[in-house]
């Protein structure tokens, strides 16, 4: 099966940083997702990594080891428009490419 | 053009009334994901078509839930005699490619209520 695990929840201060950690378990990763979900809304693509490393675009950066399983999405200089659920999704060769996601992480961002 | 749309926004049913729920991806888009979310959770695939061919229909849950897209642009689900558990937010998605790997574009979704 597909394990992908993230915290439920995490909340950080306005201007501050926040790193968000996602693990998954399969031999057919294929490519893995970070999207935004505001409460209420459609989730909205923010990276796609394949390759090993850190991609980095304005005040988030999504990093990849695909040896140890493992992601993390960083979002600098937070906004209080960054209050949302953060979805991490595995794109699974094992299971005819399709996207899987993880429950997703509630951030909260504080005054 | 504009992102993708789904209407109606909500949908309150009774149990046992059937549903229908539209829709309409970007202009264009070769590949449409319909997906279930409960509250809470993350999107679960429910099906996949590219253009009008139902390619995967492995996540539905049962024969109640069908699809269609039948000219390869607007899709349609439809719940038939819905049940408590179907209650969940369906969000639809399109992307213009055919790779898994190609960025899917959500729509807002429909909340669906099953009293």
């Known amino acids: 099966g597909q394990n992908i695990d993230q915290p439920t929840e995490m909340t950080a201060t306005e201007g501050a940083i926040v790193q968000i950690n996602c693990t998954y378990q399969?031999?057919?990763?294929?490519?893995l997702f970070w999207y935004q979900q505001h409460a209420g809304e459609a989730p909205t693509f923010l990276s796609y990594n394949v390759l090993d490393g850190l991609e980095e675009k304005g005040r988030f950066s999504s990093f990849l080891s695909r040896s140890k399983g493992y992601s993390y999405l960083l979002l600098k200089e937070l906004q209080m428009k960054d209050s949302a659920s953060y979805l991490c999704a595995v794109r699974d060769r094992r299971r005819d490419d399709k996207i899987i996601f993880g429950k997703g992480t509630r951030l909260h961002i504080l005054p | 053009g504009a992102g993708v749309s789904q209407s109606p926004r909500y949908k309150v049913a009774k149990r046992g009334q059937d549903v229908a729920l539209r829709c309409d991806p970007i202009s264009g888009h070769v590949s449409l994901f319909w997906y279930q979310q409960a509250l809470g959770q993350g999107p679960e695939f429910l099906t996949y078509f590219q253009n009008e061919a139902q390619l995967d229909k492995s996540g539905l849950p049962s024969d109640r839930f069908f699809a269609e897209r039948p000219e390869g642009s607007v899709s349609t689900l439809k719940i038939q005699r819905t049940q408590q558990e179907d209650s969940a937010v369906y969000l639809c998605a399109s992307s213009s490619g055919t790779s898994g790997g190609d960025t899917q574009y959500f729509g807002p979704g429909t909340r669906l209520t099953v009293l």
């Open positions: 399969t031999s057919g990763f294929n490519g």
